[in-house]
């Protein structure tokens, strides 16, 4: 589906190249590339040249320990990342990592999300969930085998929808304890098992918020690497503005117009809210309701 939006974290130019991943004698080749480059990482966090680019080193810099993942060929250069599998997992919240996100530009973002979302796979699926064996890394890191019961396991992403309601010409924003004070972000929720996607959006606004959706549209996808999710923005009219909050999910919720949105993006001092980074797709959804897209 073509579409003009662009959130961050999108449009890599890897060629993740899986036909390699599944070949022995190709994935030798690969690595033995004298070209081959391999992404430079501080435990999961990117290095970064002024430019916002990522760093890449040869594969003489793997650490001794490190398993190497396959990310892709960039223009014919294998790309690789390492894993140092018994490193703890990062958890949910890295915000640390906001400030390299805010100058990478999209398409670096985005293939150090694949990196960071795979290592961090890795390292919390260490054992197989059939018999509790310790597995291997299998295709290229794009995979796990237990060597004990022959189970295949594969990197799971959990989807996310993440939605503006909308009410005549206001939209819905609301803040979690976590965030950041006065950021107010779209609502957002995990898609349950059985669930479609209206289905989620439908549910989570109501628990969260206590409006009914009418309708529910569908505008523009984004991985998010924090560990696993893929968010999927929605838009979604709702029949009133009265609020009924989750507290124990939402702080804070409110309705603002399009020039409240418009103030936020520019930062003016008095505005009624701070907008989410521009690399959260949360902010290209709040774009696209002011644009009318």
Known sequence: MNTPLRP????????????????????ADVRGNLRARLLKLHDLDPEIGPDGALAWGSMADRPDDAELLFLGL?????????????????GQRAYAVWRYLDIMPPEEASTYAAARSLIEWHRGHLFCSRCGARSQVAKAGWGRTCPECGADHFPRVDPVVIMLATFEDKALVGRQPRFPPDRYSALAGFVEPGESLEGAVTRELFEEAGVHATSVRYLTSQPWPFPNTLMMACIAPVDGDAL??????????KWVSKEDVERAFDGAVDAAFIAPPHFAIAHTLL????DGK
Do not use: K, M, N, Y
């Not at 961050?8 to 994935?27: C, K, N």
């Not at 009924?244 to 919720?253: C, F, K, N, P, Y």
């Open 8 to 27: 961050g974290l999108t449009g890599s130019r890897l060629d993740r190249a899986d036909q390699i991943r599944i070949d022995d004698e190709r994935l």
């Open 74 to 90: 960039d223009d014919g250069t294998p790309c690789f990342a390492p894993l140092v599998e018994d490193a703890p997992p990062a």
């Open 244 to 253: 009924t909050l989750d507290e124990e999910e939402i702080e804070a919720a």
């Open 287 to 290: 774009r696209a309701w002011v």
